[in-house]
C-alpha cells in the first residue's frame, strides 16, 4: 500500500538579497514507481537539464554526467534533419544492471528509484553494470580501474524535500516532465522507444514523445534547385551525378548515430558535446 510524503515549502535569496523563485511544493507518493517522459518535438538540444544535473549533484566539469544530450544528424539536402535525446538513468521495473552490479546497485522502494551504494562507488561491478545497461546510464570519472561512478538518483534528495527533479526543472522548452508512471502513461501515452534508443526489454520508467517529422513549409522542387545550382556554364556541372551526389558517406558526420554505451572517458566527452 501506497503512502504520501508532505513537505512544506521555504523561500531562499540569492546574491544581494534578491528574493529568489520559489519551487511549488509537491506531495509525492511513496511506494510506487516515479518516471520520466521526454517530448523530442520540444527539445533543441540546450544541455541546460545536464547542467542543471551536475550543478544540483556538485559535478565537476568532465565526463561525470548523469543527464546526457545527445544529437543524431540525418541526411543530407533537401532532406537534413536533426533530432535530440536527453538520456539518464530509467529506474527500470526490471534493470539489468542490478544483478550485473553485484550489490553495488539497489533497487529503492520509495520512489523506485536505483541508485548506487555510496561504499561501493569505486567498484570495478559497476563497470559490469554500465555494460548491461542498455542506456548507458552510468558515467564514470575517469578509465582508472578504480574511478568513482556516478548516476542519475531521480534527485531523492529532492523528492524528498518536495521539488521535482532538477533536469525537469531546468528545461526551458517543457519537454520534460516526472509523475508516477501511471499518471505519465494516463497523460502522455505508453511509447517507450523512439528513434535509435534500444528495445524497452528492462521495462524502462520513461514515456517518449517522438519528434515531429520534417515537413516542407514552402514548396519548391528540389531536383530543379541541384540542377540549377550544379550548372556554371561552359565551367563543369558541380553535381554532375544530381542528387546522388549529396549523399554523405558513413563516418563523416561525427554525430550520425546514436552512442549510448559507455566507452571511455573521451567517447562520453566527444559525444555528448553541444552539436555547434
Known sequence: MSST???????STIVGQVPAPTEPTITFQTGVQYGFFFDQSRCWGCHACSVACKDWNMLPAGPLKPMRTFA??????????VEFYCISCYHCANPTCIPAANGALIKEPKYGAVLI???QATSENLKAA???CPYGAISFDSDAIDST?????????RLDAGKNPSCVMACPARA????TMANLQKKYGNVQQIGELP???TQPSVVFKARIPKSQVVPYDANAAITLWSTRGSL????PGGAADLNIPSGTVRFEKLHLAWNGVDDEQLYTADVD
Open 5 to 11: 510524503t508532505t513537505t512544506t515549502s521555504t523561500t
Open 72 to 81: 543524431v544528424e540525418t541526411g543530407s539536402w533537401p532532406n537534413v534533419g
Open 117 to 119: 551504494d555510496p561504499k
Open 130 to 132: 554500465v555494460a548491461a
Open 149 to 157: 561512478a556516478f548516476k542519475c538518483n531521480m534527485c531523492i534528495d
Open 176 to 179: 520534460m516532465d516526472f509523475d
Open 199 to 201: 528495445a524497452p526489454t
Open 236 to 239: 563543369p556541372a558541380v553535381l
